[in-house]
């Protein structure tokens, strides 16, 4: 009897190992879950004419030129992912130098890809955003 309790402490320790190895093996295969996408509202008003207006934390610049058409900007560089920052011409990557005009196209390289336009909705005065 006296070899009885240490066998069962024996298999409650590898149960207990073999519980805290399955869950961090869950946890190492299954994905983490992504948020579902920002929606954001802007005001038209707050909308420069012939200029941006730049949400830094969500990574967009809203543009608007003076025929009242809105652009919604993503404020990655199409080249290698760097966050460009908006000029008086349009917007720059710091990084490679890259140039975009006021409606993403590329005006420089290295970039070839113009910055991607981002989904948008209008209401009354007030633009509605999916981020």
Sequence with gaps: MAGHPR???SFL?????AALGGVA????????RVPDAQRVTVSLADVPVDG???????GIAVTR???DEVE???LVCTHLGCRVVATEDGF??????SAFDRRGRVVRGPATAPLAR?????????????V
């Design 13 to 17: 320790r590898s149960l207990s190992l």
């Design 52 to 58: 941006a207006l730049v949400l830094p934390e969500q």
């Design 92 to 97: 720059a990557c710091p990084c490679h130098g």
């Design 7 to 9: 066998s069962r402490r």
């Design 65 to 67: 030129s003076s025929a």
């Design 72 to 74: 919604v900007l993503s």
């Design 25 to 32: 093996l869950w946890r190492f295969l299954t994905p983490e």
């Design 118 to 130: 981002l989904p948008w909705a209008r209401r009354g005065g007030v633009l509605r955003l999916r």
